[in-house]
């Protein structure tokens, strides 16, 4: 039985919960799970926590972050298994996830944010110090379960505040082993993690004594944090949904970029926000790429990460599986399906990566966020059209330009409205560039200057001088 951690302690809660595998679509572990009384208890000693954390220096918090990150190093393998087991992802990419989280919490370890004397005048001194918030919620899905929490705790504890984190219900296992991990190195309350049954998260993002939510998921599920959150006026960082485009000018060679594209939009079997979600190619190259998307598509290994020859493992949950094969069923009727189309013939939530061409723009695999391996590829004739419809989207989180022509694809990016763009690369993230989205996509920036200052408030003392 994995358990959560409340006020220093590791516990069963008042509830249990069955996490399934989604290789076998059968329970696999269980783990102890909050019900509204255990997730009062985490708020409260979060916030008895807070004065204490909130008063070390930030190299005081430096020394408790590296050992988090030494103690999740450790049982780095431990960890990358039991993610693989739950989310699904092939166990390289659930290594790479665990190495990126250890990273997370040294880069953040490192970073500091003095004093700032903005006016130094004869009448007058005034400095911006930047304090914690407070107790924040750390809300993350089911995708990237690891880095994503990784990259909250490490930004929110180095800044000073005490968190509450609540990973999704399908995959809270690897968040309860750093919980397991944080027990026997932070002062009690200064991190705890609590599983709910999807229950939990509007108590928690409206909860008074939490100042601040930091949510990665749907912009549905986004949109609701933030009317609970609006009840204290919280602070809030959203990161949400997009529809990114990928566009293809055309100077690219086909065979060169085809393979990038498709990594780019079935990674993780698709499920990432800012996943290449639509493919627009000039109509010349229409037909040449849709069949080189095909021909990868048709031999992509799929199967059990845990498999060293699998490429894409399953979709995570059956409700998401359930929602891109109605996407598929939606785009068969409309479409050219031209590889894929189909579930395996075998257990699990598994999913034939999908080629989809011919369908109009209105489409709901073209409109909506699919978060599967299924690719919906449209041809365009110029590139103001192209712009324009790409940029015809309440997302605005990311996008990928392709071009062998740099200085054009850069020109075409600038255009793109979105938080992120990439010129002939995809998913290069990195601790010290701010990501996040415009519109619908989300509020606020996660990592980067940015995103440290996400989790502090300026608090300004002006001196009168003799
Ligand atoms: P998805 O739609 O991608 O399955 P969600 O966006 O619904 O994921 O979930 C992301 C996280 O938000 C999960 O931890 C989930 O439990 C949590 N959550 C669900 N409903 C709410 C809510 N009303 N308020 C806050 N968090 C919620």
Redesign the pocket.
């Known amino acids: 039985m994995y358990q959560m951690l409340i006020d220093g302690e590791l516990v069963d809660g008042s509830a249990s919960l069955d996490v399934v595998n989604p290789v076998t679509g059968q329970a696999f572990a269980t783990c102890g799970r909050a019900e509204e009384d255990d997730l009062q208890r985490a708020v409260a000693a979060a916030r008895n926590a807070f004065p204490g954390w909130a008063a070390l220096s930030w190299t005081e918090r430096a020394v408790y972050l590296n050992a988090l990150a030494d103690g999740i190093e450790e049982r780095g393998e431990e960890i990358a298994q039991l993610l693989t087991d739950e989310q699904g992802k092939p166990l390289g990419q659930a290594r790479f996830e665990v190495g990126a989280s250890v990273a997370a919490f040294r880069y953040f370890s490192a970073q500091e944010m003095l004093p700032r004397v903005v006016v130094d005048e004869p009448t007058s001194r005034v400095i911006e110090h930047y304090r914690p918030i407070g107790v924040v919620a750390a809300?993350?899905?089911?995708n990237f379960p690891l880095i994503l929490l990784s990259v909250k705790l490490a930004a929110a504890l180095a800044t000073g505040n005490t968190v509450v984190a609540?990973?999704?219900?399908t995959t809270p296992l690897s968040s309860l082993l750093v919980g397991e991990v944080a027990a026997a190195i932070l002062p009690a309350g200064v991190l705890n993690v609590i599983v709910?049954a999807?229950d939990l998260?509007?108590l928690?993002?409206a909860h008074p004594d939490v100042a601040k939510v930091t949510?990665t998921?749907?912009t549905?599920?986004?949109k609701?944090?933030m009317q609970?959150a609006a009840s204290s006026l919280k602070r809030l960082t959203l990161e949400l949904g997009g529809n990114d485009a990928a566009i293809l000018l055309d100077d690219v060679d086909v065979d060169e970029v085809a393979p990038q594209i498709f990594n780019a939009a079935t990674f993780n079997a698709g499920q990432v926000c800012m996943a290449a979600k639509r493919i627009y190619a000039p109509r010349a190259k229409y037909d040449a790429l849709c069949d080189a998307l095909a021909n990868l598509a048709n031999s992509a290994v799929v199967g059990d990460g845990h498999d060293p020859a699998t490429a894409i493992g399953p979709i995570q949950n059956q409700?998401?599986f359930d929602k891109v094969m109605d996407l598929i069923e939606d785009s068969r009727r409309i479409g050219t399906i031209v590889a894929g189309g189909r579930r395996l013939n075998r257990p699990g939530f598994f999913i034939a990566p999908t080629v989809v061409r011919d369908l109009p723009d209105d489409a709901r695999l073209v409109q909506e966020e699919q978060?599967g391996p299924v690719i919906p590829v449209l041809a365009y004739d110029d590139i103001e059209e192209v712009l324009e419809r790409a940029n015809d989207s309440e997302f605005g989180l990311a996008g990928t330009v392709w071009g062998k022509d740099v200085d054009r694809a850069v020109e075409v990016a600038m255009r793109i409205r979105t938080g992120t763009v990439w010129v002939n690369k995809h998913l290069d993230l990195r601790f010290d560039v701010a990501f996040g989205g415009v519109k619908q996509s989300g509020i606020g920036r996660e990592q980067g200057d940015d995103g440290l200052r996400e989790f502090v408030e300026t608090h300004v003392v002006s001196i009168a001088k003799a």
């Not at 809300?139 to 089911?142: A, F, L, N, R, S």
Request: proline share 12%; net charge positive.
């Open positions: 809300i993350t899905p089911w609540k990973p999704a219900p709910d999807n998260g509007g928690l993002s949510f998921g749907s549905a599920t986004g609701k944090v609970s409700m998401q978060f």
